[in-house]
């Protein structure tokens, strides 16, 4: 027998093997949404060394005219966005356009104050102390779930801010207002929108014809999947409901985000400074080395792998996508169900593909408050009156109803406040400090809640 007959025959042998394998995780996929038919689904893929070994979709992208989910389905994906964004930034960076280091102010004057001296760099990282905007918008009594939120919200709401979480460059915390000033920041550097720019150099270059920045809220995307959510037993449409881009607000397909990942893997040598850039970690102050880099988390030793990820979502949207470079092995989840877990998803595929252990990663449960040891606290008794927030426009109102402290502000439902400790209260989930002048008199609330800190209510005279 000829030496070449038993290498090709090993190679049909391996060949045929992985090719079971491939049929053995579809199938064992199918199995996992067998149960969204005629509901919201997913759209998921793998890219493995250099070639899409998975492309399927599951469920509908549009419930009332019975459409269904492809692999050319237009998602909202929510914070993948971001890497996308940070990509526009490195760009202009590369180009001489803007200074990573120097402070964003130059190109958005609204940032004043502190603000002032938040650098591009920090902003990226989420380093740069800057208040959460859904949290700001919330405690000034903006309905976010039926108001569409703009860029000039962001905006205004920057311009009004004279305090910020922490010192920039001291901190990592999570921030999707950076963002938003982030593409405000790519605009002006450019001379063209943010959609405009990101459309030119990021998307066209690459393949990506279906994917956007959608800007004008309400305008027709061919395609596109709707967003859900369970209310009542029942399937409603949650819509995300917002014109701002950077944080959010790209729409993309199962195959442009596949284009998207196969960049990483195959671009050219030219862009190698470019990738380095994006998959660089930052740096605290301090020196300490974070794993968030341009928009993309990357976690060393993950199952002994370098892992580079991120998530989004929003309204009704649920998404994911992971790489793992040394593998050549990416996976990409984009669902319209807010109860979806792409991240489970992926996890099995990854579990699947690469031999891990799979282990599901614990969830957010509701929020009761902290417990704190020691005798009970008791609420502060001369509590009761007027706060006004110069950085919201808004002022909030904390009357005496029997034996409870209720907190009245526009737009929700009254709050019951419950003593944490000396001058300190617990309101719906976010913490009241109370501060005091040399005579004792109350002088101000403070209030911390979720991604924003330090907001500052003061005493309104009676």
């Not at 060394?49 to 509908?60: A, C, F, K, P, Q």
């Not at 859904?134 to 569409?148: A, I, K, N, S, Y």
């Amino acid at each position: 027998m000829p030496k070449a007959i038993p290498f090709l025959l090993g190679l049909l042998l391996v060949g045929a093997s992985s090719l079971a394998a491939q049929d053995a995780r579809q199938v064992r996929l199918d199995s996992l949404f067998a149960s969204v038919e005629g509901s919201p689904g997913c759209a998921v893929g793998v890219r493995h060394n250099g070639e899409v070994t998975l492309r399927r979709s599951y469920g509908m992208a549009d419930l009332e005219h019975e459409v269904p989910i492809t692999p050319s389905s237009v998602f909202y994906t929510g914070s993948l966005s971001k890497q996308v964004t940070a990509m526009a930034v490195a760009m202009l960076a590369q180009d001489g356009v803007i200074d990573l280091d120097a402070p964003a102010s130059k190109w958005i004057p609204e940032m004043t104050g502190p603000l002032a001296a938040i650098t591009i760099r920090q902003m990226v990282h989420h380093t740069s102390g800057l208040r959460e905007k859904w949290d700001l918008l919330t405690l000034q009594g903006v309905p976010t779930e039926r108001t569409v939120v703009t860029q000039q919200m962001v905006l205004d709401l920057v311009s009004e801010q004279r305090e910020l979480n922490f010192t920039p460059g001291s901190r990592h915390l999570y921030n999707n207002t950076a963002y938003d000033l982030l593409a405000t920041l790519v605009a002006r550097a450019s001379g063209m929108s943010f959609r405009e720019f990101v459309q030119q150099h990021i998307f066209a270059p690459r393949g990506m014809t279906r994917s956007l920045f959608a800007d004008r809220w309400g305008e027709v995307i061919p395609d596109r999947v709707m967003g859900y959510a369970r209310q009542d037993s029942q399937w409603v449409r949650t819509p995300a409901l917002v014109e701002t881009v950077g944080s959010g607000s790209l729409h993309s397909t199962l195959d442009d985000m596949l284009t998207w990942v196969a960049w990483f893997d195959d671009a050219p040598a030219a862009d190698s400074a470019l990738i380095n850039l994006l998959e660089t970690p930052g740096v605290l102050n301090n020196g300490n080395t974070l794993t968030y880099a341009f928009g993309l988390v990357v976690e060393e030793g993950y199952q002994g792998l370098r892992r580079i990820y991120h998530t989004g979502s929003l309204a009704g949207y649920r998404t994911a996508i992971w790489r793992f470079p040394s593998e050549r092995w990416s996976a990409v989840a984009l669902c319209s169900s807010a109860t979806a877990a792409p991240t489970s998803i992926i996890g099995r595929l990854a579990w699947h593909d690469l031999d891990m252990k799979f282990a599901t990663e614990p969830l957010p449960h509701g929020d009761t408050g902290p417990v704190l040891p020691g005798p009970a606290p008791v609420l502060p008794a001369d509590l009761p009156g007027d706060y006004r927030s110069s950085e919201l426009d808004v002022t909030w109102r904390i009357v005496q109803r029997d034996t409870t402290l209720m907190m009245l502000r526009p737009g929700v439902v009254d709050e019951v406040i419950v003593p944490q400790g000396r001058d300190t209260v617990y309101i719906a989930g976010k913490i009241g400090r109370v501060e005091r002048d040399t005579s004792g008199a109350i002088t101000s609330l403070l209030i911390d809640w979720l991604r924003s800190s330090g907001l500052r209510f003061t005493r309104v005279p009676e």
